[in-house]
């Protein structure tokens, strides 16, 4: 038999609650979008306005804050839907109502965009997290980045549609009947007050069991943080020699770093040459859009000494990688004439483990991770 709002009989699923829940489900999403799309415009080849190098651990802020309040929202949003679930069994309103059916067709049509963008975006966003990627046919970024708009979209349709209602029960005595469906009169387990406090606590455990792989601190309690500072140096691994198949021309005596500038090679440089360049020291984080983040202490040769004082330009980094992604990538020139930008050869005060990028990577400050090459052969240069 199909259920009925008449069906749904406990005092706990009413407006009171779904607003309160609400609002917070709202600023995990808004926070979730508006780090989303900072993640997304560094990741660009190209940036109209400069992406800044500076404060270097901003892109760690603002991936750990995506990761934590994408996590917080699912309990959130499992305990919104609960309270509001006996509106998706209402008969629609008569056709001589124009104007109730229309917002009614509204609320129903944002609800349904909103929970499917929300459930894919909170799914595949923590199947990011783990690095578990059971799709194929599509690219997580740019169908990340898109749904993330609808997502944004049908959250505000929905808030201005109920606005009228949100208003009123938020300013309201959470035990206030005004708004309760007439069959929402069996006391539950617990008060609203109680369920509202006990999301709120839940969301508060994911965010502890999680926020691990940003802040060092809670490592101990962070059990489902991805990565918590396992790795040589103190830094994880996302890829490694053998996944990127790099494993035999890292290692080769021939390995050689060419700079090239407008076409012409400027230098080629063996591993020594390298060491035999001034050396520099830079505490900088890397921070990866799956959330987690270390601080190393990287040594190397600065960028601008590689460049033999070319400034202003981008710089293509390739990489030893056959194939892949980020095989190559685009250093802004912002970041290539920042001091702080290294073609490290030391992690921690040692050689970089294989994994890690020797025999040489690019480190550069507020720069995704994913961006942060391994692997170095080539810099190019066109002015």
């Given amino acids: 038999m199909r259920p009925t709002p008449a069906s749904f009989t406990s005092r706990l699923r009413s407006p009171a609650v779904a607003a309160r829940v609400g ?44 990761v934590v309040t994408g996590t917080a929202a699912v309990p959130l949003l499992l305990v919104k839907l609960w309270s509001v679930l006996p509106r998706l069994f209402e008969s629609l309103p008569p056709l001589g109502d124009p104007r109730r059916l229309v917002l009614t067709a509204l609320e129903r049509g944002s609800i349904a965009v909103l929970v499917s963008a929300a459930v894919f975006q909170l799914a595949t966003g923590l199947a990011n997290s783990s690095q578990w990627y059971p799709w194929s046919t599509f690219s997580f970024r740019a169908v990340h980045y898109a749904v993330a708009w609808v997502a944004i979209g049908a959250l505000l349709v929905h808030i201005a549609v109920k606005l009228p209602v949100i208003r009123d029960v938020l300013t309201s005595d959470i035990d206030d009947t005004a708004h309760d469906r007439p069959s929402a009169t069996v006391r539950g387990p617990l008060s609203r007050r109680a369920l509202v406090r006990t999301t709120f606590a839940a969301a508060g455990v994911a965010v502890l069991a999680t926020a691990g792989g940003t802040v060092p601190w809670l490592r101990r309690v962070s059990v489902f943080a991805v990565r918590t500072g396992d790795g040589p140096g103190g830094v994880p691994i996302n890829k490694s020699a053998l996944a990127a198949g790099v494993e035999d021309t890292a290692t080769s005596p021939d390995w050689r770093l060419e700079v090239v500038v407008d ?14 360049m001034p050396q520099h020291v830079e505490s900088l984080p890397i921070a990866c859009v799956e959330g987690w983040s270390a601080q190393g202490t990287w040594s190397g040769v600065r960028m601008g000494d590689l460049l033999d004082g070319v400034t202003g330009a981008d710089v293509q980094v390739t990489s030893l990688q056959p194939s892949g992604p980020y095989r190559r990538t685009t250093l802004p020139a912002n970041f290539a004439d920042d001091r702080r930008t290294l073609i490290a050869l030391d992690l921690a005060g040692e050689p970089l483990s294989l994994d890690h990028g020797y025999p040489c990577r690019l480190i550069a400050p507020n720069r995704p991770g994913v961006l942060q090459t391994k692997w170095v052969t080539r810099l190019e240069v066109s002015t």
């Fill in 23 to 66: 609002v917070w489900l709202g600023i995990c999403f808004g926070t979730c979008f508006l780090t989303g799309l900072v993640s997304h415009y560094a990741q660009l080849p190209t940036h109209p306005v400069p992406f800044p190098t500076s404060p270097s651990w901003g892109y760690r802020l603002t991936q750990g804050l995506h």
């Fill in 263 to 276: 076409g012409a090679v400027l230098r080629t440089l063996s591993y020594d040459d390298l060491r035999a």
